[in-house]
């Protein structure tokens, strides 16, 4: 477990340079995800005895919209090798409410921990089960000889010797023909070929029928143990060779790995590498002397307590700790503060991180900085036109400030404003790309005023359009 899903052995240091090549700045709250990860790596290494008492600092991320704090989330997912899900503390009620319960953040963390290592499994058994789908798609080429016995000879003492020794010649006949079309298999010729396989009918799983409510893990239990006592049916498919590979080689690498071993890895897994991004924290948070609704929000602050305490949940796969997972909480706090969520919650954040609104400099690097940019995004998506998309630094500099002009005028929706913006700049040409003669556009400060200076003046007419 600690080779595969390792926490991560990345420095501090080299994990804030894989977020700098996607997220400008917030260079604290960078620094704290990265000492976070490396504090499970450290966790590790200590004496089992100690390895208990250790659990993860808990980071509450704060800061308005579009400054970087989901984005952070989002590439840490792809950055660790752990399981990691991001989701919305408003979707969850409170215990007795309808809707999902907290303790379904924790099962889907089992799910995804199972995912990861059933595909890590697969990986590992993925040669023998080409091997054997390869063996499969043979057999539909090059069926086996069917022996010709008879039963009523046996039954009055007949022999099948001369039935036999009819059949000993066609052997060579049948292997010589499987290897022929083995080579041409592996040559890659077959691959259009359209065949007709049986595959495992897997049946239309009951979506819907207890989502959204405490009765889900429930409803999940009994559909598996549906699937489990009825027998698996088998249908005919036309495909092609390709297809049915991919097909064969899915079936056997299942059939190769034990279920109940990936099960027992990834609850232990999810217990001490799993992350839980908890989003839009803020909306949970209570004012004051609150009634009506505000009455579930807290109820919801207090059914998540237990879970980022440390509590054990029912998964599925069996029982899951959580006092090693680490949450890491984020909300905007423009209508509640930090002190507004339960006394007990906010203790179990201990490391708070403020995200800085984005100037002028910060939509400059946005626009063109990171591996993916904004800008570079536009010009491979106009380049399939064929059409090529210049802009100059004097354009960047006046949109970087009009992104930061009318986030002080209307609603500060940080770095999403610029997609707003390139939106509206760009919509003409994005219309007459392919009609375009001259394939070059270029786009300078005077053609960004003039696609944008007109909405910008209008205050109100920003609020509707920007």
Request: hydrophobic letters at 40%; glycine letters at 6%.
């Given at each position: 477990?600690?080779?595969?899903?390792?926490?991560n052995?990345?420095?501090?240091?080299?994990?804030?340079?894989?977020l700098?090549?996607?997220?400008?700045?917030?260079?604290e709250?960078k620094?704290?995800?990265a000492?976070?990860?490396?504090?499970?790596?450290r966790?590790r290494k200590?004496?089992?005895?100690?390895q208990?008492?250790v659990?993860?600092?808990?980071?509450l991320?704060?800061?308005?919209?579009?400054?970087?704090?989901t984005e952070i989330?989002r590439?840490?997912?792809?950055l660790?090798k752990?399981?990691?899900?991001k989701?919305?503390?408003?979707?969850?009620?409170?215990?007795?409410y309808?809707?999902r319960d907290?303790?379904?953040?924790?099962?889907?963390?089992a799910?995804?921990?199972?995912?990861?290592?059933r595909?890590?499994?697969?990986?590992?058994?993925q040669?023998?089960?080409?091997?054997m789908?390869e063996?499969?798609i043979?057999?539909?080429f090059?069926p086996?000889?069917?022996?010709?016995?008879?039963?009523?000879g046996r039954?009055?003492?007949?022999s099948?010797?001369?039935?036999?020794?009819?059949?000993?010649?066609?052997?060579?006949?049948?292997?010589?023909?499987?290897e022929?079309?083995?080579?041409?298999?592996?040559?890659?010729?077959l691959?259009?070929e359209?065949?007709e396989?049986?595959?495992?009918d897997?049946?239309?799983?009951?979506v819907g029928?207890?989502?959204?409510?405490?009765?889900?893990?429930?409803?999940?239990n009994i559909q598996?143990?549906?699937?489990?006592?009825m027998?698996?049916?088998?249908?005919?498919?036309?495909?092609?060779?390709?297809q049915?590979?991919?097909?064969?080689?899915?079936?056997?690498a299942d059939k190769l790995?034990?279920?109940?071993?990936?099960?027992?890895?990834?609850?232990k897994?999810?217990?001490?590498?799993?992350i839980?991004?908890?989003?839009?924290?803020?909306?949970?948070?209570?004012?004051?002397?609150?009634?009506?609704?505000?009455?579930?929000?807290e109820?919801?602050?207090?059914d998540?307590?237990?879970?980022?305490?440390?509590?054990?949940?029912?998964?599925?796969y069996?029982?899951?700790k959580?006092d090693h997972?680490?949450?890491?909480?984020a909300?905007?706090?423009?209508?509640?503060?930090p002190?507004?969520?339960?006394p007990?919650l906010?203790?179990?954040f201990p490391?708070?991180?403020?995200l800085?609104s984005?100037?002028?400099?910060?939509?400059?690097k946005?626009?063109?900085?990171?591996?993916?940019?904004?800008i570079?995004?536009y010009q491979?998506?106009?380049?399939t036109e064929?059409?090529?998309?210049?802009?100059?630094?004097?354009?960047?500099?006046?949109?970087?400030?009009?992104?930061?002009?009318?986030?002080?005028q209307?609603?500060d929706i940080?770095?999403?404003?610029l997609?707003?913006?390139?939106?509206?700049?760009?919509?003409?040409?994005?219309f007459?790309?392919?009609?375009?003669?001259?394939k070059?556009?270029?786009?300078?400060?005077a053609?960004?005023?003039?696609?944008?200076?007109d909405?910008?003046?209008?205050r109100?007419?920003?609020q509707?359009?920007?």
């Open positions: 477990m600690e080779e595969l899903f390792g926490t052995e990345q420095t501090p240091r080299q994990i804030v340079e894989e700098n090549k996607y997220i400008v700045g917030q260079d709250a620094k704290s995800v000492i976070a990860l490396r504090n499970r790596w966790s200590l004496p089992a005895d100690m208990e008492d659990v993860p600092k808990n980071i991320m704060i800061g308005s919209t579009g400054v970087g704090k989330a590439r840490l997912a792809k660790v752990a399981p990691f899900i989701v919305e503390a408003t979707k969850f009620t409170e215990v007795g309808v809707g907290v303790e379904s953040i924790i099962r889907d963390l799910e995804t921990s199972v995912r990861m290592v595909q890590q499994r697969i990986e590992s058994v040669d023998k089960a080409k091997e789908a063996e499969r043979l057999d539909v090059v086996e000889p069917k022996k010709n016995t008879n039963p009523l039954l009055f003492g007949g099948d010797d001369a039935e036999e020794k009819e059949e000993q010649p066609a052997e060579p006949k049948y292997q010589a023909g499987r022929w079309v083995r080579k041409r298999l592996q040559k890659g010729e691959e259009q359209t065949i396989i049986d595959v495992e897997s049946g239309k799983p009951m029928m207890f989502a959204g409510s405490s009765l889900e893990s429930m409803g999940d598996d143990m549906i699937g489990n006592l027998p698996k049916r088998h249908r005919k498919r036309k495909v092609t060779v390709e049915a590979r991919k097909i064969f080689t899915q079936e056997e790995i034990d279920m109940e071993a990936v099960a027992d890895e990834a609850v897994v999810a217990e001490y590498s799993g839980v991004f908890l989003d839009e924290i803020d909306k949970v948070a209570v004012k004051g002397n609150s009634s009506g609704a505000d009455v579930s929000r109820g919801v602050q207090r998540i307590l237990p879970i980022v305490e440390g509590s054990t949940v029912m998964t599925k069996g029982p899951l959580t997972v680490l949450f890491i909480a909300g905007a706090f423009h209508m509640a503060k002190s507004d969520l339960i007990e906010q203790g179990r490391i708070r991180v403020e800085k984005l100037r002028k400099e910060d939509f400059q946005i626009l063109t900085e990171p591996q993916n940019a904004l570079k995004q491979a998506m106009l380049a064929g059409v090529e998309l210049e802009f100059k630094d004097e354009a960047i500099g006046r949109l970087a400030q009009l992104a930061c002009d009318v986030n002080e209307a609603e940080g770095a999403r404003r997609h707003t913006l390139l939106e509206k700049l760009l919509e003409e040409v994005s007459t790309a392919p009609e375009l003669t001259e070059k556009v270029v786009i300078d400060a053609y960004v005023d003039k696609q944008l200076a909405i910008v003046v209008n109100d007419l920003s509707f359009i920007l």
